[in-house]
């Protein structure tokens, strides 16, 4: 039927019930040092516990004692039962905690989880207030669910709305099919990644049915990320025609660190150019500031994007959707894995289409800020051009420590030592270098020595969050990726500005790496874990939204240089690990052997969520 503007929509959606149960350092720190390098300094928050009161006591209890003072003997079949019960809850008990130690780093780097959540049915006769999944009837008079995103509420959504309306959309997904299949009584939750929802009705034609308020032109995002002809001023205004299909990365997230945002990034715009979508960036809520700071323009779109309203975070088949740190496990779960791993392959060959979105999205995009495109060229040169002249290799070392701890079981609390890291270096070394599968007994010893210069000529690189790491024995003779940017320990602080009061620290540096509760109190004011729950993400000061840009520009500076090397040794717990495989390629990393993981017997892997 027709819907005109005088009559009410009936409608219906998903709504939580609330009687159903639910199981579930400062700037001014800033210092340019001796070697005209910058030192950023964080501030350090505190925990606090918590206690928790005693229960009441037991009420009185039936005495154990019989009659007359006797006691009772224990049957022997009693107590081997009582046997067998405690023997068999601690083997439970021992069990679980096993699997749980197993499997918890894959809990840790999850940024938004889902939760199983009840919902009830509500009718009612207008659109819903706030964003959400609604059931309403089509021009046929069919049953069909849709997104309704009122025009009051700006681009992007927060993430706990993206969040919300994919779980009411699954839920009015499986319901609307589980009625439609009524014969055999069966429909499955999760349809594959592809498949068309036949129950969906697009923002589109939704519109188009009056079932929606009409979306104007002008209502169309404003934090867009300005593509490469905005910027050269090529853009023809009204007169280009709106995108057909789009995907829009929204780079807010809780994740303090850069890599994350960096990965979800690129294998965004590698899905955006699989689907043959245009591809957007919004930076509107991003911690590290505006994407421009870091990077060049991304590419052109070539058309404009479409209003907000019809921007939406699932399903995956719509015409324009919006992908976040919210809805990686939509976007990247199950069914993307199901969709894009080669079932035909084993272990880490079956992620070789993973790879290439990502790298797909790597060559796109990482074209770094003019100023730190050309150190980065100048510092490779001086590095690596000694290295190939005189045929000798370099080896790119990425220690991660922090608050990122290993995979590997025995090293789940702490990190691996350093010299797992100069062991397999040293390896690759006498592999590609001396030679290891081609010495044999009769080989000349002129040979040997012809092989001498170029033992001098291999250089280990390294890069670090943890800048102790540089001054550790075991890394003596390395040399540092780069020194535009330098994370600095209190020691460094000290020599260069000068300890003005003995009684107060005044400084505090980076020792240990890479820490979030740092990164979200840089040039703010905080002393213990209580400032931290006060403090306002949606108004950093210019001040510690500049600590935070340097921090993000020294880490790319590091991926940048490093990915140059000719092999790469690293744990894949790491984020930035992971990044560097992709800068290698395929073939490099991961055919040849170039990429070397030290944390464990894991492979290489694309988003985890």
């Given amino acids: 039927m027709i819907i005109n503007a005088t009559k009410k929509v009936k409608t219906m959606h998903a709504r939580r019930n609330p009687n159903l149960s639910v199981s579930s350092a400062a700037y001014s720190q800033l210092s340019p040092s001796v070697t005209s390098a910058t030192f950023l300094s ?118 706990a709305q993206y ?47 009056g079932l929606l308020p009409p979306s104007k032109n002008q209502e169309r995002p404003k934090g867009f990320v300005d593509d490469a002809s905005m910027v050269d001023g090529k853009v023809a205004g009204n007169s280009m025609k709106v995108c057909d299909r789009t995907l829009t990365y929204v780079m807010e997230t809780t994740d303090a660190g850069f890599g994350n945002s960096l990965l979800r990034l690129w294998m965004s715009y590698g899905l955006a150019l699989a689907e043959n979508r245009t591809f957007f960036i919004d930076d509107t809520r991003w911690p590290y500031g505006k994407y421009s700071t870091f990077f060049m323009p991304p590419p052109s779109a070539g058309c404009l994007p479409p209003p907000k309203q019809q921007i939406v975070p699932c399903p995956h088949n719509a015409r324009h959707i919006a992908v976040s740190a919210a809805t990686t496990q939509q976007t990247f779960g199950h069914a993307f894995t199901d969709e894009y791993e080669d079932p035909t392959k084993m272990e880490v060959q079956r992620q070789h289409n ?33 290295i190939i002249k005189n045929g000798g290799i370099s080896i790119g070392i990425h220690v991660r420590r922090g608050d990122k701890h290993p995979f590997e079981y025995q090293y789940q609390k702490d990190y691996i030592p350093l010299d797992r890291y100069v062991d397999t270096a040293r390896d690759i070394f006498i592999e590609r270098i001396e030679g290891g599968k081609s010495k044999k007994k009769n080989k000349p010893r002129s040979l040997e020595t012809k092989l001498t210069p170029r033992h001098t000529s291999s250089k280990i690189i390294l890069a670090s969050d943890d800048p102790e790491v540089y001054e550790a024995a075991e890394m003596g003779s390395s040399l540092r990726a780069q020194d535009r940017i330098v994370l600095a320990t209190k020691a460094t602080l000290e020599a260069a500005q000068g300890h003005k009061n003995p009684w107060i620290d005044e400084i505090s540096g980076w020792e240990g790496g890479f820490y979030k509760d740092v990164f979200w109190s840089l040039g703010r004011p905080v002393g213990n874990a209580e400032d931290m729950t006060k403090l306002d993400n949606d108004k950093v000061p210019e001040d510690a939204m500049r600590l935070r840009e340097l921090v993000g520009r020294a880490y790319l500076l590091d991926l940048a240089v490093l990915g140059e090397a000719d092999t790469i040794v690293c744990t894949v717990s790491s984020i930035g690990c992971r990044i560097l495989a992709v800068m290698l390629g395929w073939e490099s990393a991961i055919q040849n052997g170039n990429w070397k993981n030290v944390d464990g017997d894991f492979d290489w892997r694309g988003i985890t969520w």
């Fill in 42 to 159: 964080p501030t350090v928050a505190s925990r606090r516990g918590l206690l928790s009161p005693s229960p009441p006591p037991s009420p009185s209890l039936p005495s154990l004692v019989p009659r007359h003072g006797k006691k009772q003997p224990w049957s022997s079949h009693s107590r081997l039962v009582k046997r067998l019960l405690i023997g068999f809850c601690g083997v439970t008990i021992l069990a679980w905690l096993v699997v749980r130690q197993l499997y918890s780093h894959q809990s840790q780097t999850t940024d938004y989880d889902y939760e199983e959540e009840e919902y009830e049915m509500v009718g009612d006769s207008l659109l819903p207030q706030e964003p959400s999944a609604v059931v309403v009837s089509d021009i046929k008079g069919k049953p069909k669910w849709i997104v309704s995103i009122p025009a009051s509420y700006d681009f992007p959504l927060r993430p």
């Fill in 163 to 209: 969040r919300e309306i994919c779980s009411q959309s699954m839920e009015l997904s499986k319901q609307l099919r589980q009625d439609g299949h009524t014969s055999n009584g069966f429909a499955k939750r999760m349809l594959n990644y592809y498949s068309r929802d036949q129950y969906y009705l697009d923002v589109q034609e939704a519109e188009d049915q």
């Fill in 354 to 386: 993973i790879f290439a979105l990502l790298r797909a999205g790597y060559d796109a995009l990482f074209k770094l800020r003019p100023d730190d495109s050309k150190y980065v060229t100048e510092r490779t040169e001086s590095l690596y051009a000694p």
